[in-house]
Nanobody
């Protein structure tokens, strides 16, 4: 079992920045591929970013490329999502997720989820 707890969400003006954190406990964090997803009201959960087990490779959804950066610290069992140049369209609940061998952008292939943290971007 892996337990995930997100933090760092909040209300920010368009153009601002936030850094989300996801702390993992339980089994060896370094064995898990980590993903960030988001879900806006009335919409399906969508992929945002992901990072491989050792952090050597990252993937991003097209609309966040160049604005968001995912990173991890396996010594601290934490994965981060740095979000810059935020837009109102980024408003959603953000979730971190873990799996050992997921299809990185498919939320259905992740086994463990945090409770989510709300990000609201005002125009």
């Amino acid at each position: 079992q892996v337990q995930l707890v997100e933090s760092g969400g909040g209300l920010v003006q368009a153009g601002g920045s936030l850094r989300l954190s996801c702390v993992a406990s339980g089994r060896a964090f370094r064995n898990y591929y980590m993903g960030w997803f988001r879900q806006a009201p009335g919409k399906e959960r969508e992929f945002v970013a992901s990072i491989t087990w050792r952090g050597g490779s990252t993937q991003y959804e097209d609309s966040v490329k160049g604005r968001f950066t995912v990173s991890r610290d396996n010594g601290k069992n934490v994965v981060y999502l740095q979000m810059n140049s935020l837009e109102p369209e980024d408003t959603a609940v953000y979730y971190c997720a873990a799996a050992q061998h997921p299809r990185y952008s498919d939320y259905r292939t992740y086994n463990y989820w945090g409770q989510g943290t709300q990000v609201t971007v005002s125009s």
